[in-house]
């Protein structure tokens, strides 16, 4: 039987503290192969607002209910469910609308939770370490001691670099634009950490000692961006995942004719979409690991209800955070850690 639950629904596009609000909207029973999932936390990521704004890849139907990421619990199962059961904390599917108070999804398309995970950082591992994870592994082949160069370093997905890279044993160089940054950076395991800067490729060659790197993460563009790959080694790649600065890329003709760097581009969606259940159970396992280890884990600056939907998008649009906003339903605190 239907019933009302809360969202965060947007009826329009626009700046989404003005057009995405809270409001009632019904939920169903669970389908034979469906379970209803109440929500335990989502973050609040750029691509979040970015859809919300109109300017994303993916324009859900309006109205619409953001959220592409985040963890909720099973509370009930269809008639014909029987891998996953009532009170599983599980991670919610991409293309659901995870800001919802409680909703249902196919069964096979939730992953169990293991138990040792905080529910927050449980929350935020399928979009970011995994962005991380992915660009860590599909472009480059790493050796270990190989440097790692990326900007917008203490970005959520910047510290997943920066964390798996230590575990994996590849050193990073990594480029922000805060100086109280540096420490923080370094605690989590940033070899070289750098203010970004007109003089940034001679700062990094003095810092790695010339290494030659083949590898660079951009998620801000512009200048930023070339900076990064005027550092790079003959036939480098450039991975470009994010437009913080929104401006774009400039191709130097020259360090393409004579240096033959790659400029390529990634974007986590896209391989959810098209990789084997296997690949995405095998990187996903990998993860859980972590961060379970505590290896891997991303800072939060606050956590608000659904009910305060303007406040939360305001805060999360802001740049200069020291770390993630989320929204937590009403059984948050449950941190099975
Ligand atoms: N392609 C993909 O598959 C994929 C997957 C995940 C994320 N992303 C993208 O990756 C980027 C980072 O996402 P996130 O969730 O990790 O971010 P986040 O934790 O919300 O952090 C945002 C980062 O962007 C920086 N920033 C904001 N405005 C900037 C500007 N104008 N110039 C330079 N830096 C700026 C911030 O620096 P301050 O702290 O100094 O403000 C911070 O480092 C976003 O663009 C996101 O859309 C892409």
Redesign the pocket.
Known sequence: MPSKVRAIVFHRHGAPAEVARCEEIETAEPAPDEVRVRLLAAPI???DLNVIEGKYPIRPALPGVPGVEGVGVIEAVGAGVTARHAGERVLLPQGYGTWRESGVVKADSVWAVPDGIATEQAAMLR??PA?AWRMLRDFVELKPGDWILQN?A?????RAVVQIARVSGWRTVNV???AELIAGLKADGADVVLLDGDDLPAQIAAATGGAAISLALN??GGD?ALRLVQALAPGGTLVT?????RQPLRIPNGLLIFQDLRWRG????QWYRTAAPEAVAAMLAELFTLAQSGALHAPVERLYPLTEAAAALAHAAQ???AG?ILFCGEAAGDSRA
Do not use: E, L, Q
């Open positions: 990521n750029p691509a979009i970011n962005t917008a203490n970005s959520a997905v910047g922000i634009r805060r998620a801000v930023s995942y994010g437009a913080m600065s990634f974007w986590i969606s740049g200069r955070r993630k």
